[in-house]
């Protein structure tokens, strides 16, 4: 893609400089410590990976290339995936490019369905989706140039024309999966005329009269694109990525992180949650009756799902985008009135756990709720969802990694006698 292969080879050609000046000069400091918390902590708060793509300061939440991602709510997922590679905002021009970039590219081979149709009918709807991306490997460029003798300043070349075709093709796979598994009829062919986010939403097949569902997964995709590199699925996908495996095998390693319910299955477990309390008390229920299940869910040693984050110690902003389009559409709904009535209880239980640091409502929060108004109930499906999205994110971070001629993630290891040793010899406290 033209306008995308230009762009890069500017940006990444300076951004290859930058890095080798910084190794040259400063490769011996310390930037950094790693107490024996962090060792035994999962490694939170330990620098340890390079992302230009976006940040999440703890006290503000996400940012794409240093815009708040609040501004950006009303912008296409296409623009933000322009964003996200180029540290840019694509003109009209761009954007037009993009879209029938992905419109040339959207065919999905027919053994993808054959192999989703083989998979037993009450397979979760992300082994699904994942299964479908690995099959898929086959048509990697990456793995067919690399087996040809690539030479390593062409790798994210190949790496961004893999990004464009998964991009491409994953609304149309991630669309046939919902109609399969929950039973919604034959699939629907993509309109060329729409743009990415649109064309999923009318892949999917919800009644739409007045575009508001298209507008919500416009959203949606924008919201969720990336998080940083830390993340489960971002630091997964660019860990077998750097091995060389193509973006088939590392998208898919990923997105199975996602899969996880601390990680993006939180927002299946959030609505149902949120389900569970309607039901229990009748409709929507109070506010002291969503304190009193918070603390019962805590006391049976159970999450809270939608709150508390690994980085963030504020309220999600992009949880702050998603009940503004409620507000805006659908203030009275009675499962968006539950979501706002848990906002107003959950965080209050949480803080008397001082173990619990950041109490305040995540992505997840809110997102099942405005999906439910529009008839996509089925909460199984949300990561699917959240994955067509992130998948901009990861996607951008491969060919950038491989542009910057990033190495093989190799982190060390220690045994618990020796971390044991260590520690009593230090006389270091972090801090
Ligand atoms: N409900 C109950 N307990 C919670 C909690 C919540 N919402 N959030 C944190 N805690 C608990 C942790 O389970 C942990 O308990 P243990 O010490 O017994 O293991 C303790 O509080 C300390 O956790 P923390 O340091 O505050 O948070 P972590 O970095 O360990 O974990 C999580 C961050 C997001 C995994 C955590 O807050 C959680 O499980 N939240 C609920 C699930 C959720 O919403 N996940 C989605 C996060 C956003 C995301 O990635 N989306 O894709």
């Not at 890069?8 to 890095?19: I, M, Q, T």
């Not at 739409?208 to 298209?214: L, Q, V, W």
Request: hydrophobic fraction near 40%; proline fraction near 6%.
């Amino acid at each position: 893609m033209k306008i995308l292969n230009d762009k890069l080879a500017k940006v990444l050609a300076a951004k290859r400089d930058e890095l080798k000046a910084i190794g040259k000069e400063h490769g011996d400091k310390v930037v950094g410590q790693i107490a024996v918390e962090q060792v035994l902590g999962g490694a939170r708060g330990m620098v340890a990976l390079v992302c230009d793509t976006s940040t999440v300061p703890a006290d503000k939440g996400l940012h794409i290339r240093g815009i708040p991602i609040g501004e950006l709510a009303e912008r296409l997922p296409e623009e933000i995936y322009y964003l996200l590679l180029t540290g840019e905002l694509p003109d009209a021009a761009a954007v037009k490019e993009i879209n029938a970039e992905f419109a040339q590219r959207n065919k999905v081979p027919s053994y993808v369905f054959d192999v989703l149709d083989a998979m037993p009918a009450d397979s979760h709807p992300m082994a699904m989706l994942n299964t479908a991306v690995l099959v898929m490997q086959r048509e990697s460029v990456f793995a067919k140039r690399y087996e040809s003798g690539m030479p390593k300043d062409e790798y994210w070349q190949a790496a961004l024309e893999d990004g464009l075709n998964l991009l491409a093709r994953l609304p149309g796979i991630a669309a046939a999966i919902y109609r399969k598994r929950f039973k919604k009829g034959p699939r629907i062919e993509s309109n060329p005329k729409l743009d990415w986010g649109a064309n999923y939403a009318h892949m999917l097949g919800i009644d739409d009269p007045k575009g508001e569902f298209k507008q919500l997964m416009r959203l949606y995709l924008v919201l969720h694109c990336d998080h940083g590199a830390g993340n489960v699925s971002a630091c997964t996908a660019s860990t077998v990525g750097s091995a060389l495996s193509d973006l088939y095998y590392s998208l898919s390693a990923g997105l199975n992180g996602l899969a996880g319910p601390l990680h993006g299955l939180a927002n299946q477990e959030c609505l149902k949650w949120v389900t569970e309390t309607m039901e229990k008390f009748g409709g929507v229920p109070s506010v002291a009756q969503i304190t009193k299940y918070a603390e019962e869910t805590i006391a049976a040693k159970r999450v809270v799902p939608g709150y508390g984050h690994a980085v963030l110690r504020v309220e999600d902003p992009r949880f702050t985008a998603f009940v503004k389009f409620g507000k805006a559409h659908f203030p009275e709904d009675p499962v968006f009135k539950t979501v706002q009535n848990v906002y107003q209880a959950v965080p209050a239980v949480l803080k008397q756990h001082p173990k619990i640091k950041n109490p305040w409502p995540n992505v997840d929060a809110a997102s099942g709720s405005l999906l439910c108004h529009y008839g996509l109930t089925e909460a199984d499906y949300y990561t699917v969802l959240f994955s067509v999205s992130r998948a901009l994110g990861i996607t951008a971070q491969a060919v950038l990694a491989r542009g910057m001629g990033l190495p093989i993630f190799r982190p060390s290891d220690t045994t618990t006698k020796k971390l044991r040793e260590a520690a009593e010899k230090s006389t270091t406290k972090a801090g």
